[in-house]
């Protein structure tokens, strides 16, 4: 299973980008998918995620600002990201939660990670 995420780059604060991440590969199921990200100095941390059945989990820090949202057809997410800050500057990873048959376990996959800049 790959995960190829897309659409970072610089960003004034106050703007917007809008990240994509799609799997592909040999998935039987999906649970989870999501975003972190990891600022330099820091460790890598949860921004949000979405359950199979559209449940969705939110960073405080991003709460209001950012929306998930994913296509399970596609095996897809997407991040919308308003009112950037400064402070959302950092690499932002894409994850999946799959099974790549009904007998496995559910195990963790990650994307390559996008850079957000966000500077005036």
């Known amino acids: 299973v790959q995960l190829q995420a897309s659409g970072g780059g610089l960003a004034q604060p106050g703007g917007s980008l809008r990240l994509s991440c799609a799997a592909s590969?040999?998935?039987?199921?999906?649970?989870?998918m999501g975003w972190y990200r990891q600022a330099p100095g820091k460790q890598r941390e949860l921004v949000t995620s979405?359950?199979?059945?559209?449940?969705?989990n939110y960073a405080e820090s991003v709460k209001g600002r950012f929306t998930i949202s994913r296509d399970s057809g596609k095996n897809a997410v997407y991040l919308q990201m308003n009112s950037l800050e400064p402070e959302d500057t950092a690499v932002y990873y894409c994850?999946?939660?799959?099974?790549?048959?009904?007998?496995?376990?559910?195990?963790?996959?990650w994307g390559q990670g996008t850079l957000v800049t966000v500077s005036s």
């Open positions: 590969g040999s998935i039987s199921s999906t649970n989870t």
């Open positions: 979405i359950t199979s059945g559209g449940s969705t």
């Open positions: 994850n999946g939660r799959f099974r790549t048959n009904r007998y496995s376990p559910f195990r963790d996959y």
